[in-house]
């Protein structure tokens, strides 16, 4: 098990080299000059001559791209400044460092990613597992009939009908925002609870026909038809044996999930004008901040990566075939 994650983290430190690389060469190789973006519009050739000595622009691209790579192990100096490891640059529009901008930002998308979670993953998985149990029967077309119209809507149609009755209507919830847990644990709750509920009704559509299908996969499994015959209880057949086959691909599904909200979740950020990582990425890209940019990329990569990581080893403690191979 051991040597299993130390492969799995090595291949994952390449796959994030790789990413930093192919990073670089897409915002800091480009035809267009990064100095000129953070000289603003009224900038002088003296000026534009400075910021590019100071952002090492008036080097070679391979060393550009070694200071670069150096810098997130190791920091790196811009000018009289220096930015301590891991540097990830200096934004162009608040000249304040990328990474501090990040890790600002960093609990609202924490917060988002987990309550979220919390709600589909539950909910989905409840449904599915529901609807495999009574297969065929009134309950399981109707949990699946709500599932299809909740994978049939997007966020942004549902976050703004949602808002506009729950919140500008009926007064039932708070306005949605971002209030530090360690500010106000209430208020914390309340102004994420509408976006929680959004984006769990979209997502756990998907984690309820996916369990349901797995489950039913599951319950046919030679293993879970020899326990049945050995009469075994209806718990232990369906939740102690077949549920931990059918728990695989939701995993599989959960990790990448989880990946992609730690990264920025854009579309629900956007839509409820929660200030995190993924608001902050529309921000970056519709003010040409390539820095910014270029630091969400990384952090999306590294918690999709890691997030991949956590469900390989995960996968061990649910299905033992996994261990024997």
């Known amino acids: 098990m051991l040597g299993f994650l130390v492969r799995r983290l090595l291949g994952a430190i390449l796959i994030l080299l790789i990413v930093f690389t192919v990073t670089f060469l897409l915002f800091f190789a ?9 000289c603003g519009k009224t900038c002088t050739p003296e000026t534009l001559a400075a910021i590019q000595t100071n952002m090492g622009l008036d080097e070679s691209i391979p060393m550009q791209y070694w200071h670069y790579i ?16 891991p540097c990830l640059g200096y934004s162009f529009v608040n000249h304040e460092p990328v990474l501090d ?3 600002d930002r960093f609990p609202a998308t924490l917060s988002l990613a987990l309550g979220a979670s919390a709600f589909f993953l539950g909910g989905g998985i409840a449904i599915g597992m529901l609807a495999a149990l009574r297969r065929g ?32 209507e009926l007064r039932w919830l708070d306005k949605p925002e971002y209030i530090p847990f ?36 599951a319950l046919g499994e030679d ?24 728990i695989t691909p939701v995993v599989t599904v959960y990790g990448i999930e989880l990946g992609v909200l730690l990264g920025g979740a854009v579309v629900t ?28 990329v990384l952090i999306a990569a590294t918690a999709m990566v890691l997030a991949n990581v956590v469900v390989d080893a995960v996968y061990a403690l649910i299905d033992p075939r996994v261990r024997v191979s």
């Open 30 to 38: 480009m035809p267009d000059d990064p100095a000129r973006l953070s």
């Open 70 to 85: 150096t810098g997130v192990f190791a920091g790196r100096d811009f000018g009289d400044s220096h930015c301590a490891a």
């Open 101 to 103: 901008t990040l890790l």
């Open 137 to 168: 029967t009134w309950l399981d077309k109707s949990t699946m009939a709500f599932s299809l119209i909740g994978a049939s809507v997007t966020i942004q149609f549902l976050g703004v009908i949602a808002r506009y009755v729950f919140v500008d």
């Open 182 to 217: 360690t500010d106000d644990p209430g208020r914390w709750f309340a102004g994420l609870l509408l976006p929680w509920l959004t984006l769990a009704f979209v997502q756990a559509a998907v984690y309820a026909r996916l369990t349901r299908a797995s489950m039913i996969d």
């Open 223 to 246: 293993h879970v038809r020899t326990v049945r015959a050995k009469g075994l209880t209806f718990r232990q057949v369906h939740f102690k044996h077949a549920w931990r086959g059918a």
């Open 269 to 296: 950020e956007t839509t409820f004008n929660v200030q995190g990582i993924g608001k902050l990425a529309v921000n970056a890209v519709a003010n040409s901040d390539l820095p910014m940019i270029t630091g969400v």
